[in-house]
């Protein structure tokens, strides 16, 4: 709603802005106000002109959002019980159809509006007040606004609906209705639900982008954990797959899928449930022999990457239970378990439904609500102290466990004081093989981490050692996906990079070891050669800095660099153009037709001199980084598990799915 007033002589006397349904004001600060400085966006057209506004940009994430918002939809239909199938196809011209077999979208006309409700809805932003009341909303998404938004956004989006033993068809167009709807037939007996297919619009998205298989499946598989029951079918029709999401276990299992790669403590997963004021709570952990510590939240299936009340209530809790058990039971040492070390192993998924969910932080994934902290912290006291009563002997197992993680704790500590002994800030004391640069000031100084001593020789010599630091390792650094913090220590590969880096060791953001406030490097580049050799050293050292030093990641100051595959001399030329990747050797190839011209295929970085180094992957006016990114922590964490497990079908999966995108190493 929107009352205005303008007096006669065209000032502006008072604005009622009230944000809701589908008109948005923004006015002009200038002395004279008159009726056309006031903008007033209408509709979808202020979802198409500020689209990070409602789907967070207009990168991969925003992109992928808009089929996040359809099949949340159809979640909706299946939490509301009637629904029981959903089946998303991703075609090879790069749309998308998410089809669920629920009551379909009411068609009739709606009284006011004139319109069948399935336009109302994909076309009036806020639509959904008439459905959001009552308890039909519980998953994520923009609260029936989604609808809409996609749309406006969407280069084009079909809705078909099953209904009442008729097939109906609506299409759109950015925002727009192009075909009202119609009966196109009779639907094929017994079928109902509703089945939407659109294409982002690459005006408003970058036109390069593109759905990625592997994050629509990490979000089915995620939905088919987070509701028990549930079948999600994934049709890929790019890559002739199909695949079922479908788990009766619900958070249990997603806390053994978490956990997968890792032998297992106990063989069952353990479930904690309740409902408090509201707040219901399902809550799935596992205990591995392993170290890593997997934690995963959702509120309303929205993933909450920053914690927040569920995460804390679950902590305190979870040490609470066990503590007090562990005392009860006769079980305490000397050398007392911290909630660290009894946590070290676990992995846990907390999903909490919630009515009026608030979320703060840069990506709002940080849950506020103090009443799901209590909640929580309650079913998970409750709960979990009745299970460790029923179960000695997991009782026990976790526990002796904990004990073990706190008399490796000391250990360590010992360790790393050898390690924080070496002050980083007295050269004399950084490890012999950095050469470190002269600048002191993090956020101009680079540290490249170099694979070998001979491209280690190379970018000494080729760097500006005003800012640019290298330090070469020699062979393959540990895998530490396998071994814990203590024994990571002891390699001397890992030392030397804890010791140069200069912020300690640690492990997540809230573990206190790791002072990313001490990092001597605002840019870490990883150097490794264009070979599998090369990416598999690129890939332990990924490994080891999401689990020991996971800030440097999520601040954005971890690269790849780089190297070039190809150098290619045509003719006499004394210019040489340097090739990324095969397609640009082929483009390039092709490009200067009959000429005599020379390729050089770089094999490793060691075979280019320094001047080649740096001017191809060192110079900051011309080198191309890679930052890596924290994207999908889940994500990340399934490609490590896949790429350093101990279990080979799920790697040997992996590298057949990706071979398309590997070079070949000739
Ligand atoms: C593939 C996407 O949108 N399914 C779907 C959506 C709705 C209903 C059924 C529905 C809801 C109600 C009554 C009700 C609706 N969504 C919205 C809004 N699948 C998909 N299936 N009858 C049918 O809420 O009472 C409104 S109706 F607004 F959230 F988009």
């Not at 010992?414 to 470190?436: F, H």
Request: proline share 4%; glycine share 10%.
């Amino acid at each position: 709603m929107l009352l205005f007033t303008i007096s006669d002589n065209g000032r502006l006397y008072y604005v009622f802005y009230v944000i809701c349904y589908n008109v948005r004001v923004s006015t002009e600060v200038t002395a004279n106000y008159d009726a056309s400085q006031i903008k007033v966006l209408k509709g979808l057209e202020g979802v198409r002109h500020r689209p990070a506004m409602y789907i967070g940009g207009t990168q991969s994430d925003g992109y992928h959002h808009l089929f996040k918002e359809i099949l949340d939809n159809a979640v909706d239909e299946a939490l509301a019980g009637f629904a029981t199938e959903i089946v998303t196809t991703l075609h090879p011209d790069g749309s998308i159809t998410v089809e669920d077999n629920g009551r379909g979208i009411p068609v009739d006309v709606m009284p006011g509006e004139g319109k069948p409700a399935v336009e109302v809805i994909y076309t009036v932003l806020h639509a959904g007040g008439k459905f959001e009341e009552g308890a039909y909303k519980v998953s994520g998404g923009l609260h029936g606004v989604g609808a809409s938004v996609v749309n406006a956004l969407a280069e084009y989006t079909i809705v078909e609906v099953f209904r009442d033993g008729k097939h109906y068809k609506i299409e759109f167009s950015r925002g727009d209705v192009t075909k009202p709807l119609e009966v196109v037939g009779n639907a094929p007996k017994g079928k109902r639900g509703t089945r939407v297919t659109f294409m982002p619009d690459h005006t408003i998205f970058d036109p390069g982008l593109t759905f990625e298989a592997s994050k629509l499946r990490n979000r089915l598989r995620e939905v088919s954990f987070l509701v028990a029951g549930l079948r999600l079918v994934f049709k890929d029709e790019q890559h002739q797959k199909e695949e079922v999401f479908f788990d009766k276990g619900g958070v249990a299992s997603f806390a053994r899928f978490l956990a997968e790669g890792d032998e297992l403590l106990y063989d069952k997963p353990v479930l904690l449930q309740g409902e408090v004021e509201n707040v219901s709570v399902d809550v799935g952990l596992v205990h591995t022999r392993g170290y890593n510590i997997e934690l995963v939240t959702y509120a309303n299936m929205i993933p909450t990457r920053d914690g927040g009340t569920h995460l804390s209530g679950f902590k305190t809790a979870y040490t609470r239970a066990i503590n007090a058990y562990a005392k009860k039971a006769g079980l305490v040492k000397d050398l007392e378990p911290t909630g660290d070390d009894l946590l070290e192993g676990i992995s846990a998924v907390v999903s909490i439904k919630i009515p009026q969910p608030q979320f703060e932080g840069q990506t709002k994934g940080k849950l506020l609500n103090p009443e799901a902290g209590t909640a929580v912290s309650k079913v998970v006291y409750e709960k979990f102290s009745e299970y460790l009563e029923e179960n000695p002997r997991v009782a026990k197992l976790i526990y002796e466990k904990a004990q073990r993680a706190a008399q490796a704790r000391e250990a360590a500590r010992k360790a790393r004081e050898l390690v924080r002994r070496a002050n980083p800030l007295e050269s004399d004391d950084l490890p012999g093989k950095l050469a470190d640069c002269q600048s002191e000031d993090p956020a101009e100084a680079e540290l490249f981490i170099v694979e070998g001593d001979s491209a280690g020789g190379s970018a000494k010599s080729g760097r500006d050692r005003r800012f640019q630091a290298i330090l070469p390792l020699r062979g393959k650094i540990l895998n530490v996906e396998k071994a814990g913090l203590s024994k990571a220590l002891k390699n001397a590969e890992v030392r030397a990079m804890v010791a140069a880096i200069g912020a300690g060791i640690g492990g997540t953001s809230d573990e206190a070891h790791f002072d990313i406030e001490s990092l001597r490097y605002h840019k870490i580049i990883i150097m490794t050669d264009a070979d599998v050799d090369g990416s598999h050293i690129r890939t332990l050292l990924l490994t080891f800095f999401y689990r020991y030093m996971r800030p440097i990641i999520e601040q954005g100051y971890l690269y790849v660099a780089q190297p070039p595959l190809y150098g290619l001399r045509v003719g006499k030329s004394k210019n040489i153009e340097y090739l990324f990747n095969d397609e640009a050797l082929k483009k390039a190839l092709a490009d200067i037709g009959d000429k005599s011209y020379e390729i050089q295929r770089f094999k490793g970085l060691g075979e280019m001199n320094a001047e080649q180094l740096w001017e191809t992957t060192m110079d900051p006016a011309k080198r191309v980084l890679k930052k890596v990114s924290m994207e999908d922590a889940l994500y990340a964490a399934e490609i490590f598990e896949k790429l350093m497990g101990s279990d080979v079908q799920p790697r040997r999966e992996f590298i057949e799915e990706n071979a398309r995108f590997a070079q070949l190493d000739i």
